[in-house]
């Protein structure tokens, strides 16, 4: 999902992983111009 930030002047990126095992992303966005992310795991329990 990809959708602008709320709270800054930003996007916000949201990746899912469905397999159950560790992975490896590479994600460009030729129109992003800034050089800063975070990652933030969340783990959802049912």
Do not use: Q, Y
């Not at 030729?30 to 959802?44: E, G, Q, V």
């Amino acid at each position: 999902m990809l959708k602008r930030a709320e709270d800054r002047d930003g996007i916000v990126v949201r990746l899912l992983e469905t397999e159950g095992k560790r992975t490896t992303v590479r994600l460009r966005l030729p129109f992003a111009k800034s050089s800063r992310a975070w990652l933030i795991t969340w783990l959802r329990r049912t």
